[in-house]
């Protein structure tokens, strides 16, 4: 098993359980185990082999078969194994999967193996929307979701080995050989046989609350995001096991109601649905959470995690990022993911700093960079990135620089991924709190149709740096206060003054609000004009246009923000730089700066 360790498709399998939460053990430690441990490993390994056997994934090759079959076209299989934790009921599961290492597997020509999952910001959007309408929320998650899905009738025969770890622990016997029936997990076609069977199912789906149907629809922008809205069901029938709330349906359901109409109550958004492969996060009040869960367990075996009902003080994990129900919205933390990497770096009784400062003054680089130097930065920003890009906007800028130094600046970077883990150390609790004020849950929402109009629904800040060398550009989006979104990045090209840095950072901001827009009026929630700030009067001015032949240019990269401010679709407003929230994304910064910035930002410690 160990010899297929490096092999493309079982590691996108493991990244894939490190979104899940899930923490990988080699097989070494596995097969080392011993007494009650290696029990929970050799159970977990029935568990899957059982699986694969109740969903007839697969048929036990015959001798007459396997006699037309060339030996090297018997594809290798491995056994990742890992131990998922869920901090909320402190319980920690021994996990084992079978899968293919399809990078043995013939390329076809034309092959189209994409399939949508769920976006961090598309999860905090709709965590965001779900605040203001107090939303409860539900985790469950599909049991061998790939085996549900049947291979295309065009596929080629697939035959496989077992892996050498079931020959060990005596559950499959020596010699054997599989014949793929199902999609079984590590094959290339894999993930979209099974996300076509999931939307495809999930489009025929009703469920019927207080005498209404709903239907799920879903997202042109994001289609793992699934919006509950009344529709009409035609031909549905009560699918078994669901009870009278559950339907399935021959096609997919109508919406009664094309787009939202402020005038028309039931052309809001009854809830929401999020998919990622095989988990789902529900949000809607806790009847139609009930009757979502029934007509998706009528089709396929599910485990689930408690409801966590709005203002109940409760939690539950989604992706790795910990959403607690708080009286006022939602907070989201990764406080346990944080304590786990300093940890691993034997960091969890620093002594901790509350500044992110640039350290290269203190570094002295290598003429030729050493590969292990490498290696470990390398391993600093792929740890510190999950935290950057999911709930701790206040190091992005940090972990920005780090990767870009990785390869090249390996000591330097070594040195700001350390800084940064002093820094968790005395931030570790930090996450973001999704907040709404207190008007919009009375849905007195204002919009902002022009200068000093209100507070915007929907916000964009954009802000860039202007040094030697490449500028640095920081984007954030906000919804009604709370952030949902957010980018710190290296400019496309070296900028020649602050102004085209600053306009750089205002296309960008635009482009990103822009994106955020379109999800939400996809998914029925109203956005007002938006409104982008910039902290540079010179970018402001330019946006509206410029006689200027030196400026010209700067005018040509803002031409898109200069057409949406004559629709009417979008405005640009000045904001002093003392009170830019980008302004964290694109510049070290002392303690006093830093905390208020977090404040800004909402990125502060749980509140009561």
Same mark, same amino acid.
């Given at each position: 098993?160990?010899?297929?360790?490096?092999?493309?498709?079982?590691?996108?399998?493991?990244?894939?359980?490190?979104?899940?939460?899930?923490?990988?053990?080699?097989?070494?430690?596995?097969?080392?185990?011993? %007494?009650?441990?290696?029990?929970?490993?050799?159970?977990?390994?029935?568990?899957?082999?059982?699986?694969?056997?109740?969903?007839?994934?697969?048929?036990?090759?015959?001798?007459?078969?396997?006699?037309?079959?060339?030996?090297?076209?018997?594809?290798?299989?491995?056994?990742?194994? %890992?131990?998922?934790?869920?901090?909320?009921?402190?319980?920690?599961?021994?996990?084992?999967?079978?899968?293919?290492?399809?990078?043995?597997?013939? *390329?076809?020509?034309?092959?189209?193996?994409?399939?949508?999952?769920?976006?961090?910001?598309?999860?905090?959007?709709?965590?965001?929307?779900?605040?203001?309408?107090?939303?409860?929320?539900?985790?469950?998650?599909?049991?061998?979701?790939?085996?549900?899905?049947?291979?295309?009738?065009?596929?080629?025969?697939?035959?496989?080995?077992?892996?050498?770890?079931?020959?060990?622990?005596?559950?499959?016997?020596?010699?054997?050989?599989?014949?793929?029936?199902?999609?079984?997990?590590?094959?290339?076609?894999?993930?979209?046989?099974?996300?076509?069977?999931?939307?495809?199912?999930? *489009?025929?789906?009703?469920?019927?609350?207080?005498?209404?149907?709903?239907?799920?629809?879903?997202?042109?922008?994001?289609?793992?995001?699934?919006?509950?809205?009344?529709?009409?069901?035609?031909?549905? *029938?009560?699918?078994?096991?669901?009870?009278?709330?559950?339907?399935?349906?021959?096609?997919?359901?109508?919406?009664?109601?094309?787009?939202?109409?402020?005038?028309?109550?039931?052309?809001?958004?009854?809830?929401?649905?999020?998919?990622?492969?095989?988990?789902?996060?529900?949000?809607?009040?806790?009847?139609?959470?009930?009757?979502?869960?029934?007509?998706?367990?009528?089709?396929?075996?599910?485990?689930?995690?408690?409801?966590?009902?709005?203002?109940?003080?409760?939690?539950?994990?989604?992706?790795?990022?910990?959403?607690?129900?708080?009286?006022?919205?939602?907070?989201?933390?990764?406080?346990?993911?944080?304590?786990?990497?300093?940890?691993?770096?034997?960091?969890?009784?620093?002594?901790?700093?509350?500044?992110?400062?640039?350290?290269?003054?203190?570094?002295?680089?290598?003429?030729?960079?050493?590969?292990?130097?490498?290696?470990?930065?390398?391993?600093?920003?792929?740890?510190?990135?999950?935290?950057?890009?999911?709930?701790?906007?206040?190091?992005?800028?940090?972990?920005?620089?780090?990767?870009?130094?990785?390869?090249?600046?390996?000591?330097?970077?070594?040195?700001?991924?350390?800084?940064?883990?002093?820094?968790?150390? %005395?931030?570790?609790?930090?996450?973001?709190?999704?907040?709404?004020?207190?008007?919009?849950?009375?849905?007195?929402?204002?919009?902002?149709?022009?200068?000093?109009?209100?507070?915007?629904?929907?916000?964009?800040?954009?802000?860039?740096?202007?040094?030697?060398?490449?500028?640095?550009?920081?984007?954030?989006?906000?919804?009604?206060?709370?952030?949902?979104?957010?980018?710190?990045?290296?400019?496309?090209?070296?900028?020649?003054?602050?102004?085209?840095?600053?306009?750089?950072?205002?296309?960008?901001?635009?482009?990103?609000?822009?994106?955020?827009?379109?999800?939400?009026?996809?998914?029925?929630?109203?956005?007002?004009?938006?409104?982008?700030?910039?902290?540079?009067?010179?970018?402001?001015?330019?946006?509206?246009?410029?006689?200027?032949?030196?400026?010209?240019?700067?005018?040509?990269?803002?031409?898109?923000?200069?057409?949406?401010?004559?629709?009417?679709?979008?405005?640009?407003?000045?904001?002093?730089?003392?009170?830019?929230?980008?302004?964290?994304?694109?510049?070290?910064?002392?303690?006093?700066?830093?905390? *208020?910035?977090?404040?800004?930002?909402?990125?502060?410690?749980?509140?009561?």
């Amino acid at each position: 098993d160990e010899s297929y360790d490096n092999d493309p498709t079982i590691m996108e399998y493991i990244e894939l359980d490190k979104k899940n939460g899930i923490q990988p053990v080699t097989m070494r430690k596995v097969r080392e185990s011993v %007494g009650s441990e290696r029990e929970k490993w050799r159970l977990a390994m029935q568990a899957e082999v059982d699986s694969l056997r109740d969903n007839q994934t697969f048929e036990v090759a015959s001798a007459v078969e396997l006699r037309q079959v060339p030996y090297r076209d018997i594809l290798p299989m491995k056994l990742v194994t %890992g131990i998922k934790r869920d901090a909320n009921e402190q319980s920690a599961k021994h996990k084992a999967r079978v899968v293919v290492c399809g990078n043995f597997q013939k *390329k076809q020509a034309n092959e189209d193996l994409y399939t949508a999952n769920a976006d961090i910001t598309s999860v905090r959007a709709v965590l965001a929307a779900s605040a203001v309408q107090r939303f409860s929320a539900k985790v469950l998650d599909v049991k061998t979701a790939f085996l549900n899905a049947h291979l295309p009738d065009s596929f080629e025969t697939i035959y496989v080995r077992p892996p050498q770890a079931l020959v060990e622990f005596g559950l499959v016997a020596p010699g054997t050989i599989w014949k793929v029936i199902k999609a079984i997990y590590g094959l290339r076609i894999s993930p979209k046989a099974w996300g076509i069977e999931r939307d495809r199912e999930l *489009k025929k789906m009703s469920v019927k609350v207080d005498g209404k149907s709903y239907i799920f629809r879903q997202s042109d922008i994001d289609p793992s995001v699934w919006a509950i809205a009344r529709g009409d069901v035609g031909g549905a *029938k009560a699918s078994k096991g669901a009870g009278s709330g559950g339907f399935v349906s021959k096609d997919a359901g109508r919406p009664l109601h094309q787009q939202f109409d402020a005038e028309v109550p039931d052309s809001r958004c009854f809830g929401y649905l999020v998919t990622y492969v095989d988990d789902f996060l529900i949000l809607a009040s806790d009847n139609f959470i009930e009757a979502v869960k029934g007509v998706i367990e009528a089709k396929w075996r599910i485990t689930e995690k408690p409801t966590v009902s709005y203002g109940s003080s409760l939690s539950v994990e989604y992706l790795s990022v910990n959403i607690t129900a708080k009286k006022d919205g939602f907070f989201l933390d990764q406080s346990v993911y944080c304590a786990d990497l300093l940890a691993k770096w034997s960091m969890a009784e620093c002594r901790s700093i509350g500044s992110l400062e640039d350290p290269s003054g203190d570094v002295e680089e290598d003429e030729e960079p050493d590969s292990e130097d490498v290696h470990t930065a390398q391993r600093l920003a792929g740890g510190l990135n999950w935290l950057a890009t999911r709930t701790r906007p206040d190091i992005a800028f940090i972990v920005s620089q780090l990767s870009s130094a990785a390869t090249k600046q390996p000591k330097r970077a070594i040195a700001l991924g350390k800084r940064t883990l002093r820094y968790l150390a %005395g931030t570790r609790e930090h996450g973001i709190m999704l907040a709404p004020p207190s008007s919009s849950k009375r849905g007195d929402c204002l919009h902002a149709q022009g200068r000093g109009a209100g507070t915007p629904i929907l916000e964009g800040f954009g802000d860039a740096s202007y040094e030697e060398g490449w500028g640095q550009t920081g984007v954030i989006v906000k919804y009604l206060g709370m952030l949902v979104a957010w980018k710190s990045t290296k400019q496309p090209q070296v900028p020649r003054s602050t102004a085209e840095s600053e306009c750089t950072a205002m296309a960008y901001a635009a482009q990103f609000l822009e994106g955020v827009q379109c999800l939400y009026i996809d998914m029925r929630v109203d956005t007002g004009t938006p409104v982008v700030y910039c902290d540079n009067r010179a970018a402001v001015h330019l946006s509206s246009g410029s006689s200027e032949w030196r400026a010209k240019a700067l005018v040509n990269r803002i031409l898109g923000v200069k057409s949406l401010i004559e629709l009417g679709q979008l405005i640009v407003l000045f904001k002093p730089t003392l009170d830019m929230e980008a302004d964290l994304l694109t510049k070290f910064m002392g303690n006093k700066l830093l905390s *208020k910035q977090r404040r800004l930002l909402g990125c502060t410690p749980p509140c009561p």
